[in-house]
Protein backbone atom coordinates (compact mmCIF):
# COMPACT_ATOMS: atom_id res chain seq x y z
CA UNK A 1 0.00 0.00 0.00
CA UNK A 2 1.00 3.59 -0.17
CA UNK A 3 2.37 5.72 2.10
CA UNK A 4 1.50 9.53 2.25
CA UNK A 5 3.09 12.31 4.33
CA UNK A 6 1.78 15.89 4.61
CA UNK A 7 3.52 19.36 5.33
CA UNK A 8 3.51 22.81 4.91
CA UNK A 9 0.65 24.13 6.48
CA UNK A 10 0.07 27.18 8.60
CA UNK A 11 -1.90 30.28 8.99
CA UNK A 12 -2.28 33.18 6.48
CA UNK A 13 -4.17 36.28 6.09
CA UNK A 14 -6.64 36.24 3.49
CA UNK A 15 -4.96 36.57 0.08
CA UNK A 16 -2.52 35.06 0.94
CA UNK A 17 -0.37 31.92 -0.48
CA UNK A 18 0.35 28.23 0.72
CA UNK A 19 1.97 25.61 -0.95
CA UNK A 20 1.16 22.26 0.32
CA UNK A 21 3.53 18.91 0.38
CA UNK A 22 3.07 15.91 -0.17
CA UNK A 23 5.04 12.72 0.10
CA UNK A 24 4.10 9.54 -1.37
CA UNK A 25 6.04 6.14 -0.77
CA UNK A 26 5.54 2.54 -0.79
CA UNK A 27 4.51 1.89 -4.60
CA UNK A 28 6.31 2.14 -7.78
CA UNK A 29 4.27 -0.06 -10.19
CA UNK A 30 1.50 1.41 -12.28
CA UNK A 31 -0.27 4.33 -12.43
CA UNK A 32 -1.64 6.03 -9.31
CA UNK A 33 -4.20 8.78 -8.56
CA UNK A 34 -3.23 10.98 -5.78
CA UNK A 35 -5.83 13.81 -4.49
CA UNK A 36 -6.20 16.53 -2.11
CA UNK A 37 -9.09 16.67 0.34
CA UNK A 38 -9.81 18.97 2.78
CA UNK A 39 -12.24 19.35 5.85
CA UNK A 40 -13.88 22.34 6.92
CA UNK A 41 -15.07 22.68 10.68
CA UNK A 42 -18.27 21.27 11.22
CA UNK A 43 -18.49 20.10 7.95
CA UNK A 44 -17.99 16.60 5.84
CA UNK A 45 -14.66 16.15 3.76
CA UNK A 46 -14.42 16.91 0.30
CA UNK A 47 -12.45 16.75 -2.87
CA UNK A 48 -10.34 19.25 -3.88
CA UNK A 49 -8.08 18.35 -7.22
CA UNK A 50 -6.22 15.20 -7.90
CA UNK A 51 -3.71 14.22 -10.08
CA UNK A 52 -2.51 10.35 -12.03
CA UNK A 53 1.55 9.80 -12.09
CA UNK A 54 1.44 10.34 -15.72
CA UNK A 55 0.05 14.03 -14.86
CA UNK A 56 -3.90 13.92 -16.00
CA UNK A 57 -5.89 16.35 -13.45
CA UNK A 58 -9.45 15.61 -12.62
CA UNK A 59 -11.97 18.87 -13.17
CA UNK A 60 -11.94 20.95 -9.58
CA UNK A 61 -14.60 23.06 -7.81
CA UNK A 62 -16.05 26.20 -9.06
CA UNK A 63 -15.21 27.81 -5.39
CA UNK A 64 -11.11 26.50 -5.90
CA UNK A 65 -10.65 27.11 -9.96
CA UNK A 66 -7.86 29.43 -10.75
CA UNK A 67 -6.88 29.70 -7.26
CA UNK A 68 -5.68 25.96 -6.58
CA UNK A 69 -3.01 23.94 -8.52
CA UNK A 70 -2.15 20.79 -7.93
CA UNK A 71 1.61 19.67 -9.63
CA UNK A 72 4.06 16.84 -9.01
CA UNK A 73 8.18 16.62 -9.09
CA UNK A 74 9.94 14.56 -12.08
CA UNK A 75 10.00 11.27 -9.93
CA UNK A 76 6.38 11.31 -8.67
CA UNK A 77 6.87 10.94 -5.02
CA UNK A 78 5.56 14.42 -4.21
CA UNK A 79 3.17 15.66 -4.98
CA UNK A 80 1.92 19.33 -4.44
CA UNK A 81 -0.88 21.35 -3.79
CA UNK A 82 -0.78 25.61 -4.41
CA UNK A 83 -2.90 27.89 -2.38
CA UNK A 84 -3.51 31.18 -3.74
CA UNK A 85 -5.63 33.78 -2.70
CA UNK A 86 -6.47 32.33 0.14
CA UNK A 87 -10.03 33.25 1.70
CA UNK A 88 -11.97 32.06 4.99
CA UNK A 89 -13.66 29.71 3.70
CA UNK A 90 -10.67 27.62 3.03
CA UNK A 91 -9.41 27.03 6.19
CA UNK A 92 -9.52 22.97 6.53
CA UNK A 93 -7.82 20.39 7.11
CA UNK A 94 -6.10 19.26 3.84
CA UNK A 95 -5.41 15.62 3.20
CA UNK A 96 -3.51 13.79 0.84
CA UNK A 97 -5.01 10.34 -0.46
CA UNK A 98 -3.96 8.30 -3.18
CA UNK A 99 -5.07 4.59 -4.82
CA UNK A 100 -3.47 2.27 -7.29
CA UNK A 101 -5.03 2.95 -10.69
CA UNK A 102 -6.10 6.36 -12.73
CA UNK A 103 -8.17 9.14 -11.40
CA UNK A 104 -11.79 8.91 -11.67
CA UNK A 105 -13.53 12.33 -12.76
CA UNK A 106 -15.35 12.67 -9.16
CA UNK A 107 -13.00 12.52 -6.03
CA UNK A 108 -14.60 10.53 -3.14
CA UNK A 109 -13.14 9.57 -0.36
CA UNK A 110 -14.42 5.82 -0.41
CA UNK A 111 -12.52 5.60 -3.69
CA UNK A 112 -9.36 6.21 -1.62
CA UNK A 113 -7.55 3.78 0.93
CA UNK A 114 -4.82 5.61 1.72
CA UNK A 115 -4.22 8.71 3.54
CA UNK A 116 -1.89 10.81 5.09
CA UNK A 117 -2.62 12.27 8.25
CA UNK A 118 -3.58 15.79 7.69
CA UNK A 119 -2.26 19.46 7.85
CA UNK A 120 -4.51 22.98 9.01
CA UNK A 121 -5.01 25.47 6.88
CA UNK A 122 -6.02 28.59 8.58
CA UNK A 123 -7.11 31.59 6.78
CA UNK A 124 -7.60 34.86 8.88
CA UNK A 125 -8.44 38.74 7.79
Known amino acids: QLQLVESGGGSVETGGSLRLSCAVSGYNRGITCRAWFRQPPGKEREGVIG????????NVAESVAGRFTISQDDNKNTVYLDLNNLKSEDTAMYYCAARVGACYTNLKSSDFPNWGQGTQVTVSS
Open 51 to 58: ISSRGTRT
